[in-house]
C-alpha cells in the first residue's frame, strides 16, 4: 500500500468508527435506540426481535461503549493526522497494539457472551486497522551489494 493510501484508509476506518460510536451512542436513548436494537439482534442470531435495550443497565452500557469507540476513532484520526508523518513506527506501535488489544478483550467478550458473529464483525475492523498499520515504520532492507 502507498503511503497515501494507508493514510486515506486509516482516516476512513477512524470516521467509521465515529459515526458507528455516535450511533450506539444514540441506543442509551429509547427514543434513537432502534438502529442499535436491529444490530444487537443481529450480532445475537437469530434475527428474531428479542433483543432489546429497555432495560437502564443495558442503555447506560450503550452509552459508554459508543463513547468509547468515539474516542478511539478521535484517537486514531489524531495518530493518523499528527504523527504519523514525523514518526511512523510509533504510530503502527500505537495502532496495531492498542487495536489488538480491544480486539482479544472484546472477541472473547463476546464468545463468552454467546455471540459469535460479533467476533466476525470484530475481525473484519481488526484486519481494516492492523494490515494498512502493519507496514508503517518498516524499514527498508538494504539493498545487496553488487560483487566485485
Same mark, same amino acid.
Given at each position: 500500500?502507498t ?37 444487537? !439482534? ?6 428474531? =426481535?428479542?433483543?432489546?435495550? *429497555? /432495560?437502564?443497565? #443495558?442503555? %447506560?452500557?450503550? $452509552? @459508554? ?15 493518523v ?24 478483550? !472484546? ?5 463468552v457472551? =454467546?455471540?459469535?458473529?460479533? *467476533? /466476525?464483525?470484530? #475481525?473484519? %475492523?481488526?484486519? $481494516? @486497522? ?10 527498508a ?8
Open positions: 500500500m503511503p497515501a493510501f494507508t493514510t486515506t484508509w486509516l482516516k476512513l476506518t477512524s470516521l467509521f468508527l465515529i459515526v458507528f460510536g455516535l450511533i450506539v451512542a444514540l441506543g442509551a436513548h429509547p427514543l434513537t435506540a432502534t438502529p442499535v436494537t436491529w444490530l444487537a !439482534d443481529l450480532i445475537v442470531w437469530p434475527f428474531d =426481535g428479542t433483543q432489546s435495550l *429497555v /432495560a437502564p443497565e #443495558t442503555r %447506560l452500557l450503550a $452509552a @459508554i461503549s459508543g463513547g468509547v469507540m468515539v474516542g478511539f476513532g478521535t484517537m486514531m484520526w489524531l495518530v493526522s499528527r504523527l504519523l508523518a514525523t514518526d511512523p513506527a510509533l504510530t503502527r506501535l500505537l495502532l496495531v497494539e492498542a487495536t489488538l488489544a480491544w480486539f482479544l478483550v !472484546d472477541s472473547t467478550g463476546s464468545l457472551a =454467546g455471540a459469535p458473529v460479533n *467476533v /466476525a464483525l470484530n #475481525t473484519v %475492523l481488526m484486519l $481494516a @486497522i492492523v494490515v494498512p498499520a502493519w507496514g508503517l515504520g518498516r524499514r532492507l538494504p539493498s545487496p551489494r553488487p560483487a566485485p
